[in-house]
């Protein structure tokens, strides 16, 4: 080492120290004020760690993929049990992937435009999206009251000769019954394709969601069970998707080459591609195979997950221990509220908590949710609710089984509350102490 980079080595030691020590003063938590302190539904949960690591990327200025990337992304594969993950800059991107791959003309089984992917209509919006985005047309079945997942007693009714594919989401954690969809998936040679992007860590018979299905999708916003900021992930054991999946996020190009690839590329002979087509011997990094987009994920984001990866256990433990402790002190209250339901077989990393007010209540939503939002207790609606009813979707080619009644009710009487990892007892009890309040004035 010669002494600038000697300088320089201690200079970063001496700056991370710093941002450290940083950490504690400016960000450490600070003391719960009821009444005045927001009891957020949700928010990053991080420690030094997480500066520390974002700063060293920055030091790098490593801006795009790199090694940090990379081993984010084997640490996911890892958590999952699966071949492959690959991270992208959003989970709204990691679902637009999987839809796109499902139509590579390189797939053998690929979806053509106007074949049908049956999908809840109670959701978030950009799991339906892409289906619409790729040409196929929504199949929207109708959700449970209570675990507001899609209701597989529907999926018969919603098969055509043209279904291909099941897009389903485990809704605020809570798994889908995923043995009944796997077994009708197979039945009538269908795709599954999970949105998990509510739900990493929750398990279905001591199995991770995500693993079930042909792809997986993970979101890690901000709200999520671990965070990069913006950032997500696709996950599948196939490789052949693997690879159209990785096509597509790196501009539609055919190469895998990365930044440790040598300058002949990981091949080896990458001036030397014979292309039907193109000008031969061809640079194989400039053959694009697929109608591709950018949405790769950067070095400093993959940083700052690979800290969270670290505390994924713990953060799910607390989300589980948070749900039980609120669910427990609403149970009072079922004459007014529709508390969740899941499945025996089903182990929830709950998202958050969902309630709907009962038909019959002396109350409405909007007066409960504005209650607790006085009191500085966020809510949230269960995300768009009946789709279909959404203005940029109104018009969209798709088809409906029934009526959609429970995706009805979820657009007019639900809300939920958080479980995130940041809530403490205090935090707890005074959420519980507001539901108390509220319906001690009824
Ligand atoms: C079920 C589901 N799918 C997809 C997404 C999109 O993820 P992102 O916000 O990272 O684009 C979300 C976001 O909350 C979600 O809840």
């Given at each position: 080492?010669?002494?600038?980079?000697?300088?320089?080595?201690?200079?970063?030691?001496?700056?991370l120290?710093?941002v450290a020590?940083?950490y504690?003063?400016?960000?450490?938590?600070?003391?719960?004020?009821?009444?005045?302190?927001?009891?957020?539904?949700?928010?990053?949960?991080y420690d030094e760690e997480e500066l520390v690591r974002g700063v060293d990327a920055i030091l790098d200025?490593w801006?795009?993929?790199?090694p940090r990337?990379?081993a984010f992304?084997?640490?996911?594969?890892?958590?999952?049990?699966?071949?492959?993950?690959?991270?992208?800059?959003?989970?709204?991107?990691?679902?637009?992937?999987?839809?796109?791959?499902?139509?590579?003309?390189?797939?053998?089984?690929?979806?053509?435009?106007?074949?049908?992917?049956?999908?809840?209509?109670?959701?978030?919006?950009?799991?339906?999206?892409?289906?619409?985005?790729?040409?196929?047309?929504?199949?929207?079945?109708?959700?449970?009251?209570?675990?507001?997942?899609?209701?597989?007693?529907?999926?018969?009714?919603?098969?055509?000769?043209?279904?291909?594919?099941?897009?389903?989401?485990?809704?605020?954690?809570?798994?889908?019954?995923?043995?009944?969809?796997?077994?009708?998936?197979?039945?009538?040679?269908?795709?599954?394709?999970?949105?998990?992007?509510?739900?990493?860590?929750?398990?279905?018979?001591?199995?991770?969601?995500?693993?079930?299905?042909?792809?997986?999708?993970?979101?890690?916003?901000?709200?999520?069970?671990?965070?990069t900021?913006?950032?997500?992930?696709?996950?599948?054991?196939?490789?052949?998707?693997?690879?159209?999946?990785?096509?597509?996020?790196?501009?539609?190009?055919?190469?895998?080459?990365?930044?440790?690839?040598?300058?002949?590329?990981?091949?080896?002979?990458?001036?030397?591609?014979?292309?039907?087509?193109?000008?031969?011997?061809?640079?194989?990094?400039?053959?694009?195979?697929?109608?591709?987009?950018?949405?790769?994920?950067?070095d400093v984001q993959a940083a700052i997950g690979l800290a969270q990866l670290q505390k994924?256990?713990?953060?799910?433990?607390?989300?589980?221990?948070?749900?039980?402790?609120?669910?427990?002190?609403?149970?009072?209250?079922?004459?007014?509220?529709?508390?969740?339901?899941?499945?025996?077989?089903?182990?929830?990393?709950?998202?958050?908590?969902?309630?709907?007010?009962?038909?019959?209540?002396?109350?409405?939503?909007?007066?409960?949710?504005?209650?607790?939002?006085?009191?500085?207790?966020?809510?949230?609606?269960?995300?768009?609710?009946?789709?279909?009813?959404?203005?940029?979707?109104?018009?969209?080619?798709?088809?409906?089984?029934?009526?959609?009644?429970?995706?009805?009710?979820?657009?007019?009487?639900?809300?939920?509350?958080?479980?995130?990892?940041?809530?403490?007892?205090?935090?707890?009890?005074?959420?519980?102490?507001?539901?108390?309040?509220?319906?001690?004035?009824?």
């Amino acid at each position: 080492m010669t002494s600038g980079q000697e300088r320089g080595s201690d200079l970063r030691r001496r700056i991370l120290e710093q941002v450290a020590e940083y950490y504690r003063l400016a960000h450490a938590e600070r003391a719960f004020v009821p009444g005045e302190s927001r009891v957020h539904y949700a928010a990053r949960v991080y420690d030094e760690e997480e500066l520390v690591r974002g700063v060293d990327a920055i030091l790098d200025f490593w801006l795009t993929v790199g090694p940090r990337t990379d081993a984010f992304e084997q640490g996911l594969a890892r958590y999952l049990g699966l071949r492959e993950t690959l991270a992208v800059n959003s989970g709204s991107s990691a679902n637009l992937l999987t839809m796109s791959a499902l139509r590579s003309p390189r797939l053998e089984r690929r979806l053509e435009p106007g074949d049908e992917v049956i999908t809840a209509a109670m959701g978030f919006p950009t799991t339906t999206a892409p289906i619409v985005q790729n040409k196929l047309v929504p199949v929207f079945i109708d959700c449970e009251l209570g675990t507001y997942n899609l209701d597989p007693e529907q999926l018969c009714r919603a098969l055509s000769d043209r279904t291909r594919a099941i897009f389903l989401a485990h809704m605020l954690g809570n798994p889908v019954d995923i043995e009944s969809v796997m077994s009708f998936a197979r039945e009538h040679d269908l795709y599954v394709i999970e949105d998990t992007c509510q739900a990493l860590g929750s398990t279905y018979d001591g199995q991770l969601l995500g693993t079930f299905g042909d792809m997986a999708t993970l979101s890690f916003y901000p709200s999520h069970h671990l965070t990069t900021g913006e950032g997500g992930a696709v996950a599948t054991n196939d490789a052949r998707l693997g690879q159209i999946v990785a096509s597509l996020r790196d501009w539609g190009r055919d190469c895998r080459c990365t930044h440790t690839s040598p300058a002949a590329g990981a091949c080896g002979r990458r001036f030397d591609w014979e292309i039907p087509g193109l000008n031969e011997p061809y640079d194989h990094r400039y053959l694009y195979v697929e109608i591709g987009y950018n949405m790769k994920m950067t070095d400093v984001q993959a940083a700052i997950g690979l800290a969270q990866l670290q505390k994924l256990p713990a953060f799910v433990e607390a989300r589980k221990r948070n749900f039980r402790q609120l669910y427990e002190g609403l149970r009072p209250y079922k004459e007014f509220l529709i508390l969740p339901k899941w499945s025996e077989r089903a182990d929830p990393a709950w998202f958050a908590l969902p309630l709907t007010v009962t038909q019959g209540a002396p109350f409405s939503r909007r007066d409960l949710i504005t209650f607790l939002e006085n009191r500085n207790i966020e809510t949230r609606l269960l995300l768009a609710g009946n789709l279909i009813r959404q203005p940029g979707y109104r018009e969209i080619e798709h088809r409906t089984v029934g009526e959609l009644p429970n995706a009805d009710r979820v657009l007019r009487s639900s809300f939920f509350v958080g479980v995130y990892p940041g809530l403490d007892e205090a935090r707890k009890d005074y959420m519980l102490q507001a539901f108390e309040d509220f319906f001690g004035s009824l």
